[in-house]
């Protein structure tokens, strides 16, 4: 089993920043991607970025140049680091891991970009 805990959401304004959290616990050891999914009322949830065991990395292509995936082995921890926010980023923000073909989800933590 796999925990996932992410923090860092709150209101900001257009423009603003934020950085989000994942803390990962459990049976970590042979996780093989991580990635940050966000999702609004009505709509289904999609895939923000993406980090694979490898290395490789992938944005959506609302976020490219805006939002940036990164991860710390030694801590456990996923980040997503977004810059330039706009009020339709507003969204809850979902940490996900993979490991042996399953796949386990955080709660969430809301992100609002509003003046």
């Known amino acids: 089993q796999v925990q996932l805990v992410e923090s860092g959401g709150g209101l900001v304004q257009p423009g603003g920043s934020l950085r989000l959290s994942c803390a990962a616990s459990?049976?970590?050891?042979?996780?093989?991607?991580m990635g940050w999914y966000r999702q609004t009322p009505g709509k289904q949830r999609e895939l923000v970025a993406h980090i694979n065991k490898g290395g490789i990395i992938s944005y959506a292509d609302s976020v490219k140049g805006r939002f940036t995936i990164s991860g710390d082995n030694a801590t456990n921890m996923l980040y997503l680091q977004m810059n330039s926010l706009k009020p339709e980023d507003t969204a809850v923000y979902y940490c996900?891991?993979?490991?042996?073909?399953?796949?386990?989800w955080g709660k969430g933590t809301l992100v609002t970009v509003s003046s």
């Open positions: 459990g049976s970590i050891f042979s996780i093989n991607a």
């Open positions: 996900k891991a993979g490991r042996y073909g399953r796949d386990y």
